[in-house]
C-alpha cells in the first residue's frame, strides 16, 4: 500500500463522520408536515406538473404543424 493511501481513508472516513452528524442535526430540527400544509404541497405540485406537461404538448403541436 502507499503511504497516502491511508490518509485519504482517515480523510473520507472523517468526511462520512461530519455528513452524518450534520444529517442527524437536520433529521432533529424538521417536522413532519400537516395535513393542511401537506395539501397545499400536493396542489402546488399538481400545478405545476399541469402547467409542464401542457407546455411541453403545445411544443409537440407547434412542431408537428410546422413540419
Do not use: W
Not at 493511501?5 to 463522520?17: D, P
Not at 400537516?34 to 404538448?57: D, H
Amino acid at each position: 500500500m502507499k503511504p497516502g493511501n491511508n490518509e485519504v481513508k482517515k480523510s473520507i472516513l472523517t468526511k462520512l463522520k461530519l455528513f452524518t452528524k450534520r444529517s442527524a442535526r437536520v433529521f432533529k430540527i424538521t417536522k413532519k408536515p400537516g395535513m393542511a400544509e401537506y395539501k397545499v404541497i400536493v396542489k402546488v405540485t399538481g400545478i405545476g406538473i399541469l402547467i409542464i406537461g401542457a407546455l411541453g404538448f403545445l411544443i409537440h403541436l407547434i412542431t408537428k404543424i410546422i413540419s
